[in-house]
């Protein structure tokens, strides 16, 4: 019954039913953890090959031994997948180490520390401040770099098609403090969204409104990873920027972590020349070149991009059942209830779950009693805070299908105890 529906008599009964399904599931000392978004054992275990790529020797396609010093821009041929992948000419990439958040931070520290355009252009020296908008719910990580760097931080909601950009466009246009933008533009995390073609064509044209040294910062990490089919894939930035003249507001980062091994793949920097020019002048400070031997072998699995979508349908083909058992739970344990909504993502590694406001916390501690450990409730948002403490991030990508079913049961008893008890509580008093 819907939990608008029901009367004082209803709600009592139903809340004694769920106190007794949650007692007997917390009796069943249970420890399940949908968390973090991580590959399972057997994804990982598609990548195997990379062990013995390198049995054909350590050159690179120009005959650089990889196993040397230098090549700071990545060796030729991971420079062209990573140009593949980006939408991008392959002297307008770089292809590092295994992650794309370490060239994030490096990016942002470098442009808040030393500034993108010379003497004077630091951001934290300039009196407008530094502020970065951030798209929520979004990727707990990209909030903690700003943080850490103390760049503050400005939410703007997401629509299910990129974030919401008159709101983006009258705070860029309005503080020239904004020095730049997170974006997830396919399968974000954690929503799932791909953005429109609109959207991506009003991001391109932020750099025309905004103060100088704006920076999207255009994080692919699922540009590849789809569930089922696909959809269709959002507009290439980079076009869309060369036409709005202004291609060096906007720099692109992706990985091989969830397509090979997540702690061991390689990544990748794009953009413009002058932002490739910048940003290798930045990493030459603090390294002679990255892992070019890591490159190699990755490029000896995964030499081109249709080999790329061929593997990834097999992880899709490990995934998918996950995301089923977690949908068809939420389907039926909670369908037309009122009780919260959910999106049902073709790609990533996410569902979002949004309680009733005000139960986000309770919901995750009721399921931590009951044990099984979820992300914290407004670990999407800037800060940690949620203000309406409704969102939650379901990650069943790592445990085993029979432990997303199991922690997934506990999950949609928690939902409705919480939403029950709260019931309860308001018409009481
Ligand atoms: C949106 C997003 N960006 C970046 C990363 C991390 O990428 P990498 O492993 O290349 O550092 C993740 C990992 O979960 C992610 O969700």
Redesign the pocket.
């Known amino acids: 019954m819907h939990i608008d529906a029901m009367d004082a008599a209803a709600l009592a009964r139903t809340e004694a039913e769920l106190e007794r399904s949650y007692a007997a599931l917390r009796a069943e000392g249970l420890n399940l953890d949908l968390t973090r ?1 991580k590959p399972a054992g057997d994804q990982l275990a598609l990548s195997a090959a990379l062990d013995g790529a390198l049995e054909a020797g350590y050159g690179a396609e120009d005959g650089t031994d990889t196993r040397g010093y230098g090549g700071a821009d990545g060796i030729a041929e991971a420079r062209r997948l990573g140009a593949e992948w980006l939408g991008l000419a392959p002297e307008e990439v770089l292809a590092g180490g295994n ?4 060239l994030m931070y490096l990016f942002l520290l470098g442009a808040h520390r030393f500034g993108l355009d010379g003497q004077g252009s630091a951001w934290a020296d300039d009196p407008a401040g530094a502020r970065f908008l951030c798209p929520v719910p979004g ?1 707990d ?1 990209h909030f903690t770099i700003c943080e850490d760097l103390g760049i503050g931080m400005v939410s703007v909601p997401m629509t299910g098609e990129g974030p919401d950009m008159d709101r983006v466009e009258a705070l860029v246009a309005g503080d020239p403090g904004v020095r730049g933008m997170w974006c ?1 533009p396919r399968y974000s ?1 954690p929503t799932g969204e791909t953005y429109s073609a609109g959207t991506v064509r009003r991001i391109a044209g932020l750099g025309r409104i905004a103060a100088p040294g704006f920076r999207v910062m255009w ?1 692919n ?1 699922y540009a590849v990873h789809h569930l089922a089919g696909g959809t269709p894939p959002p507009e290439n930035v980079m076009a869309r920027c060369r036409a709005a003249g202004t291609e060096d507001s906007v720099v692109q980062f992706a ?1 091989t ?1 969830k397509v090979s091994f ?1 702690g061991a793949g390689i ?1 990748f920097f794009g953009g413009s020349r002058r932002n490739v020019d910048w940003f290798r002048s930045r990493l030459s400070v603090m390294t002679i070149g990255p892992d070019k031997v890591n490159q190699l072998r990755h490029m000896r699995l995964l030499p081109d991009m249709d080999t790329v979508h061929t593997h990834m349908v097999r992880h899709a083909e490990l995934l998918r059942p996950k995301f089923d058992c977690v949908r068809r739970r939420l389907e039926e344990g909670l369908g037309n209830l009122g009780m919260g909504r959910w999106t049902d993502p073709d790609g990533g590694y996410f569902v979002s779950f949004w309680t009733r406001p005000g139960l986000a916390k309770e919901t995750v501690r009721l399921a931590a009693e009951a044990g099984v450990r979820l992300t914290p409730a407004g670990a999407a948002f800037p800060y940690g805070d949620d203000p309406e403490d409704s969102h939650i991030r379901l990650a069943p990508s790592f445990p085993p299908l029979e432990e997303v079913d199991r922690a997934m049961e506990v999950f949609v008893t928690c939902v409705r105890l919480a939403v029950v008890r709260g019931a309860r509580r308001d018409r009481e008093g």
């Open positions: 978004g992650s794309s958040l370490t990727y990580r997830v995390n994080d990490a990985s972590s997540a990544s």
